[in-house]
């Protein structure tokens, strides 16, 4: 059998570029392609001819428009942080199996088979005014008025939190149940208690896979619009860069300014991950992979 010399193309480099070339057609297609036009469409302005900068400066000069980035932000970051937090917690203590984990596991990630619309119902439902949850507290005397958990930020961030903590919880869950159990045993051994082998061993080789969760999670929470809708205030706490770009396209007809709301919202969105890939950048990179669960 002859070797192939080094640099010489093989027949598994030929198949790999055939297997490719739909995946990136697809990506040209449906990302590449639409994005590029956005960016075209925002220079194009409806009342000017030519390309021009006025749609990005019309957003910046007014207040009404420009202050979504920090609402959306307000959202998005805290709801990333108690996500990721609840998941982890969740995900280290279920690393090596517990009872009924199976069980567990199902019922965690039960919303993901719900949608946002129904899940969305079902808050209304349960935290409404008159929902169950107002009602029992009410009924045992624990309130004497109903809390108002929806049509606010509150609504909202419940909202975000049980859509988006299945798919955090399962990614943490996967990630930290392959890190070989023996480091940890070896801490131990050495005398390290819990926190000291959670903080020093455990955390920095869970760190990287945290931070694919935290980026994965930002930017579904930065792009949050029916929760924003249906269980916030749209026109005032909740009115998201989301919806501003969708009143601009289905209210006002302005597909110009709606693409370049857009834009700022992907550019902000692509400001949050590189922060978030520079400080994964700084974490420990250690082969982590072992025999996982035994």
């Known amino acids: 059998m002859r070797r192939r010399r080094v640099g010489e193309a093989s027949e598994l480099d030929a198949m790999a570029v055939v297997c490719l070339l739909p995946s990136l057609l697809y990506v040209v297609i449906?990302?590449?392609?639409?994005?590029?036009?956005?960016?075209?469409?925002?220079?194009?302005?409806?009342?000017?001819?030519?390309?021009?900068?006025?749609?990005?400066?019309?957003?910046?000069?007014?207040?009404?428009?420009?202050?979504?980035?920090?609402?959306?932000?307000?959202?998005?970051?805290?709801?990333?942080?108690?996500?990721?937090?609840?998941?982890?917690?969740?995900?280290?203590?279920?690393?090596?199996?517990?009872?009924?984990?199976?069980?567990?596991?199902?019922?965690?990630?039960?919303?993901?088979?719900?949608?946002?619309?129904?899940?969305?119902?079902?808050?209304?439902?349960?935290?409404?005014?008159?929902?169950?949850?107002?009602?029992?507290?009410?009924?045992?005397?624990?309130?004497?008025?109903?809390?108002?958990?929806t049509h606010n930020y509150t609504g909202v961030m419940l909202s975000l939190f049980m859509q988006q903590f299945p798919f955090c919880f399962l990614m943490?869950?996967?990630?930290?149940?392959?890190?070989?159990?023996?480091?940890?045993?070896?801490a131990r051994t050495l005398g390290a208690g819990p926190w000291i082998v959670f903080s020093r061993v455990m955390l920095p080789l869970i760190a990287p896979g945290l931070a694919i969760a935290f980026a994965l999670v930002f930017v579904l929470s930065f792009g949050v619009f029916p929760s924003a809708i249906l269980l916030g205030q749209p026109a005032g706490a909740t009115r998201t860069i989301a919806i501003a770009a969708y009143q601009q396209a289905f209210e006002h007809y302005d597909m110009s300014y709606a693409s370049a709301i857009a834009v700022v919202m992907g550019l902000f969105q692509l400001a949050g991950l590189v922060v978030i890939v520079l400080f994964r950048r700084r974490l420990v990179m250690a082969p982590t992979m072992g025999v996982g669960k035994r």
């Open 30 to 149: 449906m990302f590449v392609y639409p994005f590029l036009h956005g960016i075209y469409l925002s220079l194009r302005p409806a009342k000017q001819s030519g390309l021009s900068l006025a749609n990005y400066v019309a957003f910046f000069s007014d207040e009404w428009q420009y202050r979504t980035v920090w609402i959306t932000f307000g959202i998005a970051v805290p709801n990333t942080i108690v996500v990721v937090a609840v998941a982890l917690l969740l995900a280290y203590g279920m690393r090596r199996g517990i009872w009924l984990e199976r069980t567990i596991t199902t019922i965690l990630v039960l919303p993901i088979s719900l949608g946002v619309i129904l899940l969305a119902e079902g808050i209304l439902g349960f935290y409404g005014g008159r929902g169950w949850f107002n009602q029992i507290l009410l009924a045992a005397g624990v309130l004497q008025e109903p809390l108002t958990l």
């Open 172 to 186: 943490l869950l996967g990630y930290i149940s392959g890190i070989d159990p023996s480091l940890e045993s070896s």
